[in-house]
């Protein structure tokens, strides 16, 4: 399973790498986010410092919509999709590999968002340690719940508009923990954000444990 | 060798949606067989592909590749099983070589095959190095029929598979299809191009209305090669 996951993940990075999807259009639309929230809270600085954790992870949410229809798409040209059936790679393997590459990517979009709300938001982030453990675990189950979503979704004509309308719900709970420990975090007292960070734990462990389970039938349904 | 060891088909039943695509199916193929499939358009040659490959199940009936029972696990033989559909399943982002690369690790290949693959359909140098968005329908088609010459599966599947070629990639995958078969794979194909698919056929099988019809003459085999009880005339 897990090397089946290493060559997924490592294929479909390359495709990212090569197309330059995510550095040209996906992280230039997460600043854009960052950049229209701070024009339409102008007037009031201190509520924009006072919001960027939840703006950071809406921003977040945002761009990882786009990473996991990407990812979707990949698969969808050419019948790609049925060579991927046909190579008799470990479902699981597939789905953890195609999660860990969105994951992959979100991470490295959250760094330059992060350096985003600091530069633009005038926020501090106090707690190093929490924000990183909270950036991994959110990831994960975002990562986890999207491939999986953007798979069931897969074999629709109206993949592209349904995708957020089955995502965004599931993912709420995580952009709600996500975003309480980064308020910790962006705070004076850190500590405060560990049962926040304890919760996404238990998201990402149920969003990927169900993915390993069901990610087969429905790369077979279609 | 029992009849029909390589793809077996009785009375298979398929649905499109809640349209029988197949619709009662009776087939034999042995290893090392080439079989075509011809047919007017919606006569299920590509969906009895579909379903020899484990991509479509069946809802009643049996189908057997390669001694597996398709119809308790689908996914038995997949690793085994080459198919060419009428998308080549390239991904446009990554390059020739870099798809190959893909393909024959992901079955647990030897990568060596991939160099040999790619002179032998003509794609060596520079296009070994294009990304696939780049190349023209032929090339595509060259570098999917490029996957299977390097994984070298115990069975081809090919639905209209000189669509696209010029001549000389016509040639080239008349000789791979030769080539296979000589070395004990079985190939069944589908092709609305009978001159050239016949002539490197044992055998011709109609198909019409989701059933195998009946066996015609081929150039390279002729009826001599068609096992008994293979064809259900409907």
Do not use: C
């Not at chain 1, 945002?62 to 040209?77: D, K, P, T, W, Y």
């Not at chain 1, 633009?120 to 990831?139: K, M, W």
């Not at chain 1, 007292?189 to 734990?201: C, I």
């Not at chain 2, 398929?14 to 199916?25: C, I, Q």
């Amino acid at each position: 399973m897990w090397r089946d996951a290493a060559l997924v993940a490592g294929k479909d990075l390359r495709i990212e790498w090569r197309s330059r999807v995510a550095t040209n259009q996906v992280a230039p639309f997460a600043l854009l986010v960052l950049i229209l929230f701070a024009f339409a809270l102008d007037d009031n600085p201190g509520v924009l410092t006072q919001a960027a954790a939840g703006l950071y992870w809406v921003a977040v949410l945002f761009s990882g919509l786009l990473a996991v229809q990407r990812s979707s798409a990949i698969e969808a040209a050419d019948g790609a999709r049925d060579h991927l059936r046909l190579s008799g790679l470990d479902p699981a393997g597939i789905f953890l590999g195609k999660a860990g590459a969105v994951a992959a990517q979100l991470l490295a979009l959250e760094v330059l968002l992060a350096a985003g709300i600091v530069i633009l938001y005038n926020a501090s982030i106090g707690g190093v340690v929490l924000v990183v453990l909270t950036n991994i675990l959110a990831t994960a189950g975002l990562a986890a719940a999207g491939t999986l979503y953007g798979s069931l979704a897969a074999g629709l004509k109206v993949r592209e508009t349904l995708l957020p309308l089955l995502l965004l719900p599931v993912a709420a709970p995580l952009l709600l923990a996500a975003t309480e420990a980064w308020q910790a975090a962006l705070g004076s007292h850190p500590g405060d954000g560990t049962e926040w960070v304890n919760l996404l734990a238990v998201f990402a462990i149920i969003y990927l444990t169900f993915g390993v389970l069901a990610f087969g039938s429905l790369l077979e349904e279609s | 060798m029992a009849s029909g060891d390589a793809l077996h088909l009785r009375s298979a039943v398929a649905l499109l949606g809640s349209f029988p695509a197949l619709a009662g199916a009776t087939l034999d193929v042995d290893r090392g067989e080439v079989v075509l499939l011809t047919g007017a358009n919606g006569a299920g040659k590509t969906t009895l592909l579909r379903v020899g490959a484990g991509l479509l199940g069946v809802i009643s009936g049996e189908v057997g590749v390669l001694g597996h029972d398709l119809t308790a696990n689908r996914r038995a033989v997949r690793r085994y099983v080459g198919f060419l559909g009428q998308g080549g399943g390239l991904y446009e982002d990554l390059t020739v070589t870099d798809n190959l690369r893909f393909a024959v690790r992901a079955v647990g290949g030897d990568t060596a095959a991939v160099g040999p693959a790619l002179a032998r359909l003509g794609l060596e140098g520079r296009l070994a190095r294009a990304q696939v968005s780049r190349l023209s329908t032929g090339q595509r088609r060259r570098t999917a029929l490029a996957i299977l010459a390097a994984r070298s599966p115990a069975l081809w599947l090919l639905d209209e598979p000189h669509a696209g070629l010029d001549a000389e990639g016509r040639d080239l995958l008349d000789g791979l299809i030769r080539e296979a078969a000589a070395v004990g794979a079985t190939v069944v194909l589908a092709s609305h191009e009978l001159e050239r698919a016949t002539a490197v056929a044992d055998r011709s099988l109609v198909m019409a209305g989701g059933v195998v019809l009946e066996a015609a003459a081929t150039a390279a085999g002729g009826q001599g090669n068609v096992p008994e009880g293979a064809v259900h005339v409907a």
